[in-house]
T-cell receptor, first 114, second 118 residues
């Protein structure tokens, strides 16, 4: 079965520290991968996406992610955490160019400590 | 571009009543819209996929008669929770796909609707 797994339901970092949120997928076909951010009582905002072009993807708010096929991973990073980065982050995947349904990971709550 | 709105943003209703939630694509035509449900501190669960002019496709375990979905136009989909009960209280989020933007695999999300059933 195809799936996406986010390791760590809760991650805490100090302000200014590296942010690393992990996402692994399992798929028999090339995936399209997404990272979304959700602030309390709000919808989802797209941070970045991988759609089979460059493996290192840069997104908004200083985030980036690298698609590693050999590791079936798409981890989200940011060099320096800001207080405003505190939110819930979801990794999501669709499979194939004709696939529209998103499968979400369980989410990782990021806390930023001042 | 690719803005999706939801109305209302929150609603409180009595048990046994029906509630309608609207999802609109404001600046594009959405051939496909999706409805998700999110419980507190959990991920999004896909409830159904609706295509304009046809019946919605419901995910396994989602009651079709309880969660009525109508996608009557290319910019509007509605979710009606019929005979709502407290266990239906949740955060409902819609999303839409814009095939015209060259981003067919991307979904654009609405801000969500918080439903509380007393």
């Amino acid at each position: 079965a195809q799936s996406v797994t986010q390791l760590g339901s809760h991650v805490s970092v100090s302000e200014g520290a590296l942010v690393l949120l992990r996402c692994n997928y399992s798929s028999s076909v090339p995936p399209y991968l997404f990272w979304y951010v959700q602030y309390p009582n709000q919808g989802l905002q797209l941070l970045l996406k991988y759609t089979s072009a460059a493996t290192l993807v840069k997104g908004i708010n200083g985030f980036e992610a690298e698609f590693k096929k050999s590791e079936t991973s798409f981890h989200l990073t940011k060099p320096s955490a800001h207080m405003s980065d505190a939110a819930e982050y979801f990794c999501a995947v669709t499979w194939g160019a004709g696939s529209y349904q998103l499968t979400f990971g369980k989410g990782t709550k990021l806390s930023v400590i001042p | 571009g690719a803005v999706v709105s939801q109305h209302p943003s929150w609603v409180i209703c009595k048990s046994g009543t029906s509630v309608k939630i609207e999802c609109r694509s404001l600046d594009f035509q959405a051939t496909t819209m999706f409805w998700y449900r999110q419980f507190p501190k959990q991920s999004l669960m896909l409830m159904a996929t609706s295509n304009e002019g046809s019946k919605a496709t419901y995910e396994q375990g989602v009651e079709k008669d309880k969660f009525l979905i109508n996608h009557a136009s290319l910019t509007l989909s509605t979710l009606t929770v019929t005979s709502a009960h407290p266990e239906d209280s949740s955060f409902y989020i819609c999303s839409a796909r814009d095939p015209g933007q060259g981003r067919p695999n991307e979904q654009f999300f609405g801000p969500g609707t918080r439903l509380t059933v007393l």
